[in-house]
């Protein structure tokens, strides 16, 4: 008998989802390729908390040596009074939370987690400008047409491609996201800029209905990162790199603490998008076509666990496909729903409730899994 010819997959989709999923799928001996509707990356000024439950997948993945030499290590998260910055909760990081979760928590640039993820997948299989306008089955897989006019046939499809996600939209139909009537300002920038002025570590201020988060992204500190959350029921632009106006930023948050103050006094330029959400899904697979990440159970940003969910999905889908074949993937991808649903709409709750570390919180629960040793479902 001849070798069994791998697994085909192809994931639609190159975002943080998408890519951890190629890698992991890779290290099972799975035959993977991205395709991604963006002509190139961009780095957009973001930054990323990622988690320790993040980490340890990571570190399945061979990441971490390079993510800690990249990504800031925070001795702990301080929660504060918007007005007085008296501490309503202070999650302690550093050596204490990596013995007990088993895995640093890093506060990074977005673009460096993205480049991080995009070096374990070959350049060779990420294909850019490849909008995904079709999908059907056929005897022979799963066909896929693109919008650039080419065509190619996997053994099975994966949707890593985000809160409008094209692949959800063929297989569920069509349905708008629901803005939250929130809107979000964010950027990074040098903290040279700040002139001396001494920021903590990580901390978000609690206001009456806005917050703001500060951290930074670098190991020497040299750059800091604020993202925001506040009302503005009419904004509906939902880019991640909209541009948005500073003196309005520093209106909404006139009269926070001190340090927000010189944060926002010292910031040069910001981006603006809408918060958007969706309900979960019934179901996220049909047949030999799967959801991941964002496409099947978006998040607000208010845990800092939306890409870390997406990794986490990543590892639980490869043991899922490990050693299948193309008539045992329907049943391996409903398997990965089952293991996964319970704990995303949890996270989904729960962030939506944005009370996430605003008092004395139980964080084992989510920082203390590991995608890689988690039971799967029967």
Not at 1 to 17: D, E, Y
């Amino acid at each position: 008998m001849g070798m069994a010819r791998p697994l085909s997959i192809a994931i639609v989709g190159a975002g943080m989802g998408g890519l951890a999923t190629a890698a992991a799928l890779r290290r099972v001996g799975i035959d993977v390729t991205v395709y991604e509707q963006a002509t190139q990356f961009a780095r957009i000024g973001a930054g990323i908390q990622i988690g320790c439950n993040a980490m340890k997948m990571l570190r399945g993945l061979g990441l971490e040596a390079r993510l800690r030499a990249q990504a800031f290590y925070p001795r702990s998260w301080n929660n504060r009074d918007w007005r007085t910055g008296e501490v309503k909760f202070d999650m302690i990081f550093g050596e204490s939370a990596e013995q007990k979760f088993g895995a640093p928590y890093l506060l990074a640039h977005r673009g460096d987690l993205h480049a991080a993820l995009a070096s374990a997948v070959p350049d060779a299989r990420i294909r850019l400008n490849h909008k995904l306008v079709g999908l059907e089955e056929t005897g022979e897989g799963v066909r896929l047409a693109f919008a650039n006019g080419a065509s190619v046939i996997a053994d099975a499809v994966i949707g890593a491609d985000g809160v409008h996600s094209v692949v959800r939209d063929i297989l569920f139909g069509v349905s708008p996201v629901n803005f939250t009537g929130r809107i979000a300002y964010r950027t990074t920038y040098p903290a040279a800029l700040l002139d001396g002025a001494k920021i903590d570590d990580c901390t978000k201020w609690w206001g009456e209905d806005r917050h703001i988060v500060i951290y930074y992204v670098k190991p020497d500190r040299c750059e800091i990162y604020l993202v925001t959350s506040q009302p503005e029921p009419d904004f509906r632009i939902e880019s991640w790199s909209a541009k948005g106006d500073v003196k309005e930023l520093r209106k909404a948050f006139a009269g926070f603490d001190r340090q927000v103050e010189q944060v926002l006094a010292a910031c040069p330029d910001v981006h603006k998008w809408a918060i958007v959400d969706r309900n979960s899904l019934e179901r996220w697979a049909d047949r030999n076509v799967t959801l991941l990440g964002d496409a099947c159970h978006p998040m607000t940003p208010y845990m800092a666990q939306g890409a870390a969910m997406a990794i986490e999905d990543a590892a639980v889908l490869s043991r899922c496909l490990d050693g299948v074949e193309r008539d045992g993937v329907a049943n391996a991808f409903r398997r990965f729903e089952a293991t996964r649903k319970e704990r995303t709409e949890r996270i989904q709750q729960t962030s939506r409730a944005n009370t996430w570390l605003s008092g004395k919180t139980d964080t084992d629960w989510v920082y203390g899994y590991d995608a890689w040793t988690v039971p799967l479902a029967g």
